[in-house]
Nanobody
Framework: QVQLVESGGGSVQAGGSLTISCRTT????????MAWFRQAPGKEREGVAA???????AYDDSVKGRFTLSRDDGKTTMYLQMNNLKPEDSAMYYC??????????????????WGQGTQVTVSS
């Protein structure tokens, strides 16, 4: 059974930093493309960043230059380092996984497995 467990969310002030993590139970982790999505109240779920097994990454324009996505294959864990956070970054952040795609997609319909989410709140 595939499980994705997010952690590391919290509250920070604008301009601050936060790193969130997604630990998985996927045995064939190295064959999966992973991604972070976020959803604010009243808004649709949107892709933030994604990473393929070959470490190819994709970022939404709104986070480029501020967020960095990485994966530790030994720990089957993915990390999202978020710097220079803005109030508009506030949302529930979800981890997602799918079979390997070289060009990691950022649309939620492209992912099969989801975590429960971790809340990130940025105050102005």
């Amino acid at each position: 059974q595939v499980q994705l467990v997010e952690s590391g969310g919290g509250s920070v002030q604008a301009g601050g930093s936060l790193t969130i993590s997604c630990r998985t139970t996927i045995v064939t982790w190295r064959l999966y493309t992973m991604a972070w999505f976020r959803q604010a109240p009243g808004k649709e779920r949107e892709g933030v960043a994604a990473i393929a097994p070959d470490y190819t990454t994709a970022y939404d324009d709104s986070v480029k230059g501020r967020f960095t996505l990485s994966r530790d294959d030994g720990k089957t864990t993915m990390y999202l380092q978020m710097n220079n956070l803005k109030p508009e970054d506030s949302a529930m952040y979800y981890c997602a996984a799918r079979n390997w795609l070289t060009e990691p997609p950022l649309h939620p319909d492209d992912y099969n497995y989801w975590g429960q989410g971790t809340q990130v709140t940025v105050s102005s």
